[in-house]
């Protein structure tokens, strides 16, 4: 009984102390934990009214493309309240990114002279970043670039690369501020998980090996 509310006790007495110097700590946008995404970050609706009728007219024509094979009327909703009904109605009779997708995305699709560029469509392109964009994408992605350059290129202007490529000599930075390598290991400890969203655990550990920083002797 007594080891328990000693070890108790040691629990509430770390907790109340890392508390405490989490208010010396320096505050600034890397110590801040790891936010979920906002609706907006998420939401593909620009790409939906991107859409105009008017300028596929003419396409979806020659091709022998008709409204029943994008659009469902059979899904109308009754409300009693008309605006909601026909705002519902909408929503339902909006066919959705695979049927957009069909014609622009891919060689082999119905329609292979679509563009098939994701801005073409897409101006939020958080919503429809890669997954594995999401971990250490920096370090690897000059590999991923090499070997397929078009996927690159769905959603990234090549001007993009080279705006990114031509700064990281400069005195401007996109990420770390300068002389970050002095003070990172407070920030590393203060929370870790930040670290993690672009590097990977061996990257830490490799950098301290070359170095001869932090190893037991």
Same mark, same amino acid.
């Given at each position: 009984?007594?080891?328990?509310?000693?070890? !108790?006790?040691?629990?509430?007495?770390? !907790?109340?102390?890392?508390?405490?110097?989490? =208010?010396?700590?320096?505050?600034?946008?890397?110590?801040?934990?790891?936010?979920?995404?906002?609706?907006?970050?998420?939401? @593909?609706?620009?790409?939906? @009214?991107?859409?105009?009728?008017? #300028?596929?007219? !003419?396409?979806? =024509?020659?091709?022998?493309?008709?409204?029943?094979?994008? *659009?469902?009327?059979?899904?109308?909703?009754? !409300?009693?309240?008309?605006?909601?009904?026909?705002?519902?109605?909408?929503?339902?009779?909006?066919?959705?990114?695979?049927?957009?997708?069909?014609?622009?995305?891919?060689?082999?699709?119905?329609?292979?002279?679509?563009?098939?560029?994701?801005?073409?469509?897409?101006?939020?392109?958080?919503?429809?970043?890669?997954?594995?964009?999401?971990?250490?994408?920096?370090?690897?992605?000059?590999?991923?670039?090499?070997?397929?350059?078009?996927?690159?290129?769905?959603?990234?202007?090549?001007?993009?690369?080279?705006?990114? #490529?031509?700064?990281?000599? @400069?005195? =401007? @930075?996109?990420? *770390?501020?300068?002389?970050?390598?002095?003070?990172?290991?407070?920030?590393?400890?203060?929370?870790?998980?930040?670290?993690?969203?672009?590097?990977?655990?061996?990257?830490?550990?490799?950098?301290?090996?070359?170095?001869?920083?932090?190893?037991?002797?």
């Amino acid at each position: 009984m007594r080891r328990l509310i000693s070890l !108790a006790t040691l629990a509430l007495v770390t !907790a109340a102390l890392a508390a405490a110097c989490r =208010q010396y700590l320096p505050s600034n946008r890397y110590l801040q934990l790891r936010e979920s995404p906002s609706v907006a970050e998420t939401s @593909t609706a620009d790409a939906r @009214t991107r859409f105009n009728h008017a #300028h596929h007219h !003419a396409v979806f =024509q020659k091709a022998g493309v008709t409204c029943l094979e994008c *659009h469902r009327f059979d899904l109308l909703i009754e !409300a009693s309240k008309e605006d909601m009904a026909r705002e519902l109605s909408n929503r339902a009779l909006y066919p959705g990114s695979v049927t957009c997708h069909f014609c622009h995305k891919g060689a082999a699709t119905r329609l292979p002279e679509a563009p098939h560029e994701c801005t073409t469509c897409h101006g939020n392109l958080n919503a429809i970043k890669p997954l594995d964009h999401e971990v250490a994408w920096l370090k690897v992605h000059a590999n991923a670039a090499a070997g397929n350059p078009e996927r690159c290129e769905t959603c990234h202007r090549q001007s993009f690369c080279i705006e990114c #490529h031509q700064r990281r000599d @400069t005195i =401007q @930075t996109r990420v *770390h501020d300068r002389n970050f390598r002095s003070f990172h290991s407070v920030e590393a400890r203060a929370n870790p998980m930040q670290c993690g969203s672009c590097h990977r655990e061996d990257f830490c550990i490799r950098c301290h090996q070359q170095g001869n920083v932090g190893l037991d002797p």
